[in-house]
């Protein structure tokens, strides 16, 4: 059975692989976005993002729970710790810095091998593809974190949020958490094994063919 890896060390190269240092993604009107991790001194960014959330956005993603953005509350939001919980960014350059304009998430949770995802895009730019890139970039993490499983609890009547995710794979499960909420949920395909590298001096001696005698 694969494990999810225990070293913090592995599991934030795994983030920064998933996103490519960071991975640049060009929105549906034209806008250079990138993706990359959430980091501690994104505090403000964050603050922020979260500051210009429509009431029912924020209602969405946080709940009850980030009341009015207190640096306290920030602070914990970014400071994930890149093996169970990851944070994804999606950004814009700005002349002086970047604004943040979408985040995805998941925490490690039960059953093992399962993380629960949370998401959310600028009012200002929903329907530009910045929620399928996050998604996408989300998914990989979980691969190379060895996750098999991701699932994210909706308001059944949040359709808006059911149609992107069964439009990313979700399927939603016969057995809900309740209380108005559905779960959906999507497997997490391992990645195929890399061919074992050679060493070099085998390469060598493989280019250098049998006419060479070996010392
Ligand atoms: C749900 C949400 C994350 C989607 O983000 P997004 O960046 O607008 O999504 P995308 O542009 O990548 O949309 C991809 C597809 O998802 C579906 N979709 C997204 N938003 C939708 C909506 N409000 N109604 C219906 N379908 C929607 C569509 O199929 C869309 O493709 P289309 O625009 O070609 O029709 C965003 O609306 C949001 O942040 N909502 C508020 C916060 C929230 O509800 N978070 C979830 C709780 S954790």
């Given at each position: 059975m694969r494990q999810v890896p225990t070293s913090p060390a592995v599991a934030i190269a795994a983030s920064l692989r998933a996103v490519g240092h960071p991975r640049s993604a060009t929105l549906r009107n034209g806008a250079p976005a990138r993706i990359r991790p959430l980091r501690t001194e994104d505090a403000q960014r964050f603050g922020a993002f979260v500051g210009q959330l429509s009431e029912g956005s924020r209602g969405c993603r946080f709940h009850a729970g980030i009341?009015?953005?207190e640096p306290a509350a920030l602070q914990q939001l970014v400071?994930?710790?890149?093996?169970?919980q990851v944070a994804l960014v999606a950004t814009l350059p700005l002349v002086d810095g970047e604004a943040l304009i979408g985040e995805a998430r998941y925490w490690v949770g039960e059953p093992p091998g399962s993380a629960e995802l949370a998401i959310a895009v600028a009012d200002a730019w929903q329907r530009q593809g910045v929620a399928d890139h996050l998604i996408d970039c989300l998914l990989e993490a979980a691969r190379d974190a060895g996750l098999r499983r991701l699932y994210g609890d909706v308001l059944a009547s949040h359709t808006g949020l059911i149609g992107f995710l069964h439009r990313m794979g979700f399927q939603t499960c016969a057995q809900g958490p309740g209380g108005g909420l559905l779960r959906l949920e999507r497997g997490v395909a391992p990645r195929p094994p890399q061919p074992e590298r050679r060493p070099l001096g085998a390469l060598r001696r493989w280019l250098a063919g049998p006419f060479v005698p070996r010392p």
């Open positions: 009341g009015d953005c400071s994930v710790d890149g093996v169970r």
